[in-house]
């Protein structure tokens, strides 16, 4: 509606081809929390976060970064040369003016080295686009698809990572295909059928979009045999494979224990996509898309696919950040200002928070509900933030109502799984993961040095809540 200063009267603008888009679980949790925090402190309740995938506040710190980040900056301006004080370093002038959409070239010529050394690629810097976060990488690959007229539809895991059903379900028209998982990824013969299934409606499946490492929102990790398998089938299929990446480096495994990324695998086959939020900060939302795969567009004619996104990037986003992407170059480099030959070492203060985090959950899972293993189970991540929680007893139903109970009754956050599964899921089996919860072990509002203690005060309170839900106290 727009209204006439003038008049007060009030015009309707028509626009028929919008529709209103659903609004992701997590966001509405988010929406609702206010109001159930009020009523849970208004009980003399404590708020226990195992809802939210946020970065922890412990390893999200700025303070020494900026620090680093200055010093590199000085050691940039002394490359420089420049004799005169007053005069401005190019990069500086660099990261406040426009830039090509590519950004500067030295953090991604770095990003390539160090991110290529770890996973076994050559990364090509020219190929290596930034994006808005992975989030920006996965709009950036449906907008990409979504030129033509075609019904496109797209196959992901059931269940799936929220923001992509979010940006999937932009386009009226689109649809999602979703394949069931066990616990070792999705399960090849249903993959097989869903891409004929979709191709046989008339549907153009250009990729199959998943978070093989630490997947969010199922909490488990792929396993290389299941890698291998999917990757054979989508090379027969012709079908992408778009890697979204974020908990790559947030493992808990041994290095020889570690699954290989499927870009790793075959990058001819892979869209992959690099967050850094996850090891360094979620608020520069620095990311990059990387591929070498091609794409056959018009008789016989095939293009990289990098050469399309950077297209799809210029018209989506056409100058990035580049203060940023410098401040993510100083990450690139150690304490002594020297280039890193690996991301491991930004990642392992990371891991050690999260992976505490991780064995209090479990550890605590284990001693309050271990004896009750006909009413409960839950997933052991080996990668990420997320562990699922089932209900066994068919009496609960893990609900809004119930989600909302726990935290206005107990001040506990978690969030249900029902709808992280497509449309399409709940179509097989009604009611799939409404016995189902997401726990997060990532995020608390703790004080320094009172993380763990939280931790545990907070899954001690989850134990004590489903124990009493579930009739065994």
């Known amino acids: 509606m727009t209204k006439n200063t003038e008049t007060g009267a009030t015009t309707a603008l028509h626009a028929p081809g919008l529709i209103q888009q659903s609004v992701s679980v997590t966001r509405r949790m988010a929406a609702s929390l206010p109001a159930l925090r009020k009523v849970a402190e208004s009980k003399g309740l404590k708020i226990h ?12 710190d700025p303070k020494g970064f900026l620090v680093h980040k200055q010093a590199y900056f000085d050691k940039l301006a002394a490359e420089e040369g420049l004799n005169d004080p007053d005069s401005t370093p190019e990069f500086l002038r660099e990261s406040f003016a426009y830039t090509d959409t590519l950004g500067p070239k030295l953090p991604r010529r770095l990003f390539a080295k160090v991110y290529g050394a770890d996973w076994g690629i ?8 930034p994006t808005v976060g992975a989030s920006g990488g996965i709009s950036l690959v449906c907008s990409l698809f979504e030129r033509g007229e075609e019904k496109v539809a797209y196959l992901a895991d059931a269940p799936t990572y929220a923001g992509f059903v979010a940006r999937a379900s932009l386009k009226q028209s689109s649809r999602i295909f979703s394949v069931d998982m066990d616990d070792e ?26 978070v093989p490492d630490g997947h ?5 990790s792929f396993s290389n045999q299941r890698r291998r398998e999917i990757l054979d089938i989508a090379r027969e299929e012709q079908l992408l494979i778009l ?10 495994e041994k290095a020889e224990d570690r699954a290989t990324p499927f870009i790793a695998m075959d990058d001819t086959q892979t869209v992959h996509l690099f967050t850094g939020s996850k090891i360094g900060f979620p608020g520069p939302r620095v990311g990059f ?13 095939s293009i990289a696919i990098s050469r399309l996104l950077l297209t799809e990037a210029s018209a989506d986003i056409l100058f990035q950040n580049p203060e940023a992407l410098y401040g993510f170059a100083a990450l690139l480099h150690d304490q002594k200002l020297e280039p890193r030959t690996s991301l491991w070492p930004v990642a392992d203060s990371k891991i050690s928070v999260y992976a505490d985090n991780r064995a209090i959950l479990l550890d605590t899972l284990q001693k309050e509900l271990g004896n009750h293993s006909d009413h409960f189970i839950w997933t052991v991540p080996a990668a990420g933030f997320f562990s699922v929680f089932t209900f066994l007893n068919e009496a609960i139903r893990t609900d809004e109502d119930m989600v909302a109970k726990l935290v206005s009754e107990y001040g506990v956050v978690v969030v249900p799984m029902a709808e992280f599964y497509p449309a399409d899921a709940h179509q097989r089996c009604p009611g799939v993961g409404l016995n189902q919860i997401r726990l997060s072990f990532c995020f608390s509002e703790s004080a320094p040095g009172k993380r763990a203690d939280d931790m545990r005060e907070a899954v001690l309170t989850f134990c004590k809540a489903v124990k009493k839900l579930s009739g065994i106290i």
């Open 216 to 220: 969010n929102p199922a909490g488990i």
């Open 289 to 301: 898309i990387y591929s070498n795969a091609q794409i056959n567009i018009a008789n016989d004619y």
């Open 185 to 210: 990824g999705p399960i090849p013969e249903q993959f097989i059928s869903q891409i004929h299934r979709a191709r046989n409606e008339g549907y153009f499946l250009p990729f199959y979009y998943t």
């Open 243 to 252: 890697e979204d990446a974020p908990y790559l480096y947030i493992n808990y």
């Open 49 to 60: 976060h195992l809802g939210a995938g946020y970065p922890h506040p412990d390893v999200t």
């Open 122 to 129: 050559d990364i090509d810097p020219e190929k290596l686009i």
